[in-house]
């Protein structure tokens, strides 16, 4: 009895060649997809930047935008209205958010009976799936028709985009503080309404602040609300809410429809600042959103 | 035990007994009130856009998905069948685009990428839906617009031009081609983000038992993550769609706003999104801005379906495997 060699090599049969290539082609497309996905990135921030860069200088953040006529020195132009427009807008949109949503993840994450939170939280998902432009829209019907375009009816289409951001992210938070907290001031009598607003509360503004900034800086970049709500705006600098305001984001849309290419390299340059501003903001609710989450999981 | 039970049911189980407090009857309804914004705007915006559209509704009818025109007949005739057109063609032709690359990027970043790599390139593809749709545009007409008409364009036409999609030679920069990519540059973060955390759901004991006997790794995938990830995939995939349906300034930058249909990609067209955009500076009668509210209409219909299906999908998935 002798023993039994295996005759069939395993590793080197045509068959399992054929599949050893599939893989490795999987694979190296699924690299390549990743390095395109990053390659883009790259190649529209950069461009923005390198076409940008040349507007960039104290003018542009301080000066009113200058008509020029054709003939003649071009007069010092800049983008000071919409940058302080946007801050406005943004602003009095953060404001009007930020409670409805905050309260709202308390009903949902604190108050609310579980079917009814689940029915609550749908709607905001599906709220969150509308289209900007139809918001746009919605709020023209509601307030702009008949009484006129205005930076606080503006601020209201991007309230509604920004609710069930900042609300999901809060909600999310509150499931991570532990039920023993809320148990512990329960039982040394405070009521339901003292645990969940001095104890509960204070432990997710991390995630309060998470949800704010993202929302912000998805907000910021939003042109179609602003289409319908603040796009009749002067050149001057403005400051009155009840009156249309210029933003970043409707420079850039308008301007890029002209033909004049210092226009051009001004939308570029005010691209770059909205990029800018977006990236900061992503970059502090990502350093919050890791500590907040953190300290909750009792790691510090 | 009891006290078992109650921390199943969470917060909202824990309740005190004993004497009323005002303090807790005020803080729930303040917060009920807030919670009901959600469906209390989704009714409100849904009356309010049904109201407005309706005298194009009742005019039109139904024959306004099927009329092609836009101010025809001294501003009395308005239809909407070439931006429908316009819609399904660059949203699916986009998702084309991008369901191949947003998998490939997940698996990608779950299965082959070691860990630095990872850290740096998941953040830097969340960071592509950060870049606002204006800015995109900005890129889609001054650099990305010529680049087709230059290079891309003729290349495509000269070696398929056999294809009716690729039938003309472009000749503005302006094109349904143009749309499409930038549209397919919006989708791929949010599909690949969703479908990464899918497949990080996949259990790893079934990839090990799959590759313990002898699959390789593309076989785990087929084998195991697909079909694990499938509704969720899917789910993901309408949500990509819902964007880019909605997605009206970058589409209107890029798209050259003109009423017609080509099955040429290098044709200038419209979608609903971008034509309603596009008329923000005014329409000139009643009857304009019902047919332009009538376009939002059947954006949000279309929104409400995709994403209540969207959604139902996911939270079927996430109570099946807890996957949030």
């Not at chain 1, 990135?41 to 000066?63: E, M, P, Y």
């Not at chain 1, 001031?185 to 204070?202: D, F, I, Q, Y």
């Not at chain 2, 839906?129 to 800015?135: M, N, Y």
Request: glycine share 8%; proline share 5%; with cysteine.
């Amino acid at each position: 009895m002798s023993a039994q060699v295996p005759t069939a090599d395993l590793f080197r049969s045509e068959r399992m060649r054929r599949r050893r290539i599939v893989n490795w082609i999987v694979e190296g497309a699924a690299t390549i997809a990743a390095l395109i996905a990053v390659a883009v990135l790259v190649i529209v921030v950069s461009s923005v930047v390198r076409r940008g860069w040349g507007a960039l200088n104290l003018d542009f953040f301080t000066k009113t935008p200058a008509l020029y006529s054709g003939f003649g020195p071009r007069p010092a132009s800049g983008i000071a209205p919409a940058i302080i427009g946007t801050l406005i807008i943004i602003g009095l949109a953060l404001l009007m958010a930020l409670p409805v949503a905050i309260l709202t993840a308390i009903y949902l994450n604190e108050l609310a009976p579980r079917k009814l939170a689940s029915v609550l939280t749908l709607a905001f998902d599906v709220l969150n799936g509308i289209p900007a432009i139809v918001l746009g829209i919605f709020v023209f019907i509601f307030v702009v028709v008949g009484h006129g375009q205005a930076a606080w009816k503006a601020s209201f289409a991007l309230a509604i985009l920004m609710v069930p951001m900042i609300a999901r992210s809060t909600q999310e938070v509150l499931a991570l503080v532990p039920i023993s907290m809320r148990e512990a001031s329960l039982a040394l009598g405070a009521a339901k309404w003292r645990t969940t607003l001095s104890v509960v509360l204070p432990q997710a503004v991390g995630g309060i602040v998470t949800g704010a900034t993202l929302a912000t800086a998805r907000a910021a970049g939003e042109t179609a609300p602003l289409l319908f709500t603040s796009a009749l705006y002067s050149d001057q600098m403005s400051y009155d809410p009840r009156q249309p305001i210029a933003s970043i984001p409707m420079f850039i849309f308008t301007s890029a429809e002209q033909a004049d290419p210092v226009l051009h390299q001004q939308a570029w340059g005010a691209a770059a600042v909205l990029i800018g501003i977006i990236l900061v903001a992503s970059l502090v609710a990502r350093w919050f959103a890791d500590r907040s989450i953190r300290r909750l999981r009792g790691e510090r | 035990m009891a006290v078992a039970q109650e921390r199943a049911a969470g917060p909202a189980a824990l309740q005190r007994r004993g004497r009323f407090r005002p303090g807790d009857a005020v803080l729930y309804v303040v917060t009920c009130a807030a919670a009901l914004t959600g469906v209390v705007l989704l009714v409100l915006i849904s009356q309010k856009v049904l109201t407005q559209a309706w005298p194009a509704m009742q005019k039109f009818g139904l024959g306004f998905l099927t009329t092609q025109a836009w101010g025809d007949h001294h501003n009395t005739l308005f239809g909407a069948k070439s931006f429908i057109f316009g819609t399904v063609v660059t949203s699916f032709g986009a998702l084309l685009l991008a369901t191949p690359l947003s998998l490939a990027i997940a698996l990608f970043l779950t299965e082959l990428a070691p860990r630095w790599i990872k850290a740096v390139v998941a953040p830097l593809i969340d960071l592509l839906a950060a870049i606002p749709s204006v800015v995109l545009g900005l890129w889609g007409i001054l650099v990305l617009g010529p680049f087709i008409t230059g290079t891309l364009g003729p290349a495509l036409h000269g070696t398929l031009g056999w294809l009716p999609i690729f039938s003309t030679e472009p000749t503005v920069g302006s094109n349904v081609f143009a749309a499409i990519l930038i549209l397919t540059i919006m989708m791929v973060p949010i599909i690949s983000s969703i479908c990464r955390e899918l497949f990080l759901g996949v259990p790893r004991e079934l990839k090990d038992g799959a590759l313990a006997l002898g699959a390789t790794r593309w076989e785990v995938v087929r084998g195991v993550v697909f079909p694990y990830a499938r509704s969720g995939i899917a789910a993901a995939m309408i949500l990509g769609l819902g964007r880019g349906v909605g997605e009206a300034i970058a589409v209107t930058q890029v798209i050259g706003n003109n009423v017609a249909i080509h099955w040429s990609l290098f044709e200038p067209s419209d979608t609903l999104a971008s034509r309603i955009a596009g008329q923000y500076q005014g329409a000139d009668t009643a009857l304009q801005v019902a047919s332009l509210v009538y376009l939002a209409v059947i954006l949000l219909v279309f929104s409400l379906i995709a994403n209540l299906a969207a959604q139902l999908i996911v939270r079927r998935v996430a109570t099946r495997h807890q996957i949030r």
